[in-house]
């Protein structure tokens, strides 16, 4: 069975970085094929793609926002990190990590987590 | 970037009612094209990937198609567990962005 839990911060002031925690169960990010995204959504808004870590180690991220973000994975602990500088209040949404499955050339969010709201206020 | 734009926006509908929902790109992306369903306070469910595969465990009401720029979502008769907001998704190179939505609400 797969699950993806996130977890973070609930509150973060303008201009410090979030640092949010991915943990998964019922996969390897060691197994070829297998990567890790994070997705978010402001609230009453659409979905935003922000990046993507792979079982080999290649990252990839939106092109908007690429300067402000980092991913990373810790296989040995099933966890995938996202770090988003210089938050601003525009940043208020709720975070998802999703295990994104590739069959053949296709790449789709199989698996999602529950998500974890995170508001950015002083 | 590759725009995506859902028609419509919003859609109201009775239960039996055969729907379609479409998502057209900018650019033309083959058929790396995905669908999900999202209920309000959950994550989103995929729906179908590729244009048209159907995901595992997603009743067979559901069907996708299309390719290149113009993609649409049908679901063939509405049941009410059905009503929710269901988003286009490409996975056209690693670039991946969403439509704006289309919320379908009961009629």
């Known amino acids: 069975q797969v699950t993806l839990r996130e977890s973070g911060p609930a509150l973060v002031k303008p201009t410090e970085t979030l640092t949010l925690t991915c943990t998964f169960s019922?996969?390897?990010?060691?197994?070829?094929?297998?990567?890790v995204s994070w997705i978010r959504q402001p609230p009453g808004k659409a979905l935003d793609w922000l990046a993507r870590i792979d079982w080999d180690d290649d990252k990839y991220y939106n092109t908007s926002l690429k300067t402000r973000l980092t991913i990373s994975k810790d296989t040995s602990k099933n966890q995938v990190v996202l770090t988003m500088t210089n938050m601003d209040p525009v940043d208020t949404a709720t975070y998802y990590c999703?295990?994104?499955?590739?069959?053949?050339?296709?790449?789709?969010?199989?698996?999602w987590g529950q998500g974890t709201l995170v508001t950015v206020s002083s | 970037d590759n725009q995506m734009t859902q028609s419509p926006s919003s859609l109201s509908a009775s239960v039996g009612d055969r729907v379609t929902i479409t998502c057209r790109t900018s650019q033309s992306i083959g058929t790396y094209l995905n669908w999900y369903q999202q209920k309000p306070g959950k994550p989103p469910k995929l729906l179908i990937y590729?244009?048209?595969n159907l995901q595992s465990g997603v009743p067979s009401r559901f069907s996708g198609s299309g390719s290149g720029t113009d993609f649409t979502l049908t679901i063939s008769s509405l049941q009410p567990e059905d009503f929710a907001t269901y988003y286009c998704q490409q996975s056209y190179r690693a670039l991946y962005t969403f439509g704006q939505g289309t919320k379908l609400e009961i009629k």
């Open positions: 019922g996969f390897s990010l060691s197994t070829s094929g297998m990567c």
């Open positions: 590729a244009a048209s």
């Open positions: 999703a295990r994104t499955a590739l069959t053949g050339l296709y790449y789709y969010f199989d698996y």
